[in-house]
């Protein structure tokens, strides 16, 4: 079975603080992808980042970045000189590949409520 | 590029009553999805669809119905409402990568 925990239930930042929003994830298996939406107050979920299990490469797009570490099964994401925009629920979610006609069906941690205070 | 959509957006329901939620995608996505999502669960998969013709549980089944008869529509039925089913539902869809999500319906049972 899998699992993705997060930790963090709510957080409050003052403007152009850091953040990290921590993901822990279960599995058994090998072949998975690791992913983030963000869902903004106007509630639409939006993709932020896809990540596979064979590339443990950090990335940074903009202010954003992610640090993948399959050896403690993590995958935060920080968010550097936060802005009030980044107001939000964060997704962390897992979906396992070796599924056959199971649908390759994505597992949703709990969410982290993160607001950024001006 | 309309992307994933949901009908509707909002509605209001007696307990006992029925309803359908309709998901049209247009990307040609094999897979598709029905979540609902409640204050501090995330998201929860109700059913889902492997393909045209294909549907299966998911993990909070129970009192709802779905139907995929053509490939970019992706059905979810509420046969007898009730105020436990309160709750924003979310339809999605993919292919290999992540998923791309409807903008959600908004569903109160009173």
């Known amino acids: 079975a899998q699992k993705v925990t997060q930790a963090q239930t709510e957080i409050s930042v003052v403007e152009k603080e850091d953040v990290t929003l921590d993901c822990v994830y279960e599995?058994?298996?090998?072949?998975?992808?690791l992913f983030w939406y963000k869902q903004p107050p106007s509630g639409e979920l939006v993709f932020l980042i896809r990540?596979?299990?064979?590339?443990?490469q950090n990335e940074i797009s903009g202010r954003y970045s992610w640090n993948f570490q399959k050896s403690t099964s993590s995958f935060n994401f920080t968010i550097t000189a936060s802005q009030v925009v980044d107001s939000a629920v964060y997704f962390c979610?897992?979906?396992?590949?070796?599924?056959?006609?199971?649908?390759?069906?994505?597992?949703f941690g709990p969410g982290t409520r993160l607001s950024v205070l001006p | 590029n309309a992307g994933v959509t949901q009908t509707p957006k909002f509605r209001v329901l007696k307990t006992g009553q029925s309803m359908t939620l309709l998901c049209a995608q247009d990307?040609?996505?094999?897979?598709m999805y029905w979540y609902r999502q409640d204050p501090g669960m995330g998201l929860r998969l109700i059913h889902y669809?492997?393909?045209?013709?294909?549907?299966a549980k998911g993990e909070v089944p129970d009192g709802y119905n779905v139907s995929r008869l053509k490939k970019q529509n992706f059905l979810l039925g509420l046969e007898s409402a009730a105020p436990s089913q309160t709750s924003v539902y979310f339809c999605?869809?993919?292919?290999?990568?992540?998923?791309?999500f409807g903008q959600g319906t908004r569903l109160t049972v009173v």
């Open positions: 669809s492997v393909g045209e013709g294909t549907t």
């Open positions: 990540r596979n299990s064979f590339d443990e």
């Open positions: 599995t058994r298996d090998t072949t998975y992808y």
């Open positions: 979610a897992l979906k396992v590949l070796n599924q056959g006609n199971y649908g390759q069906n994505f597992v």
């Open positions: 990307m040609n996505h094999e897979y």
């Open positions: 999605a869809s993919s292919y290999e990568g992540e998923a791309f």
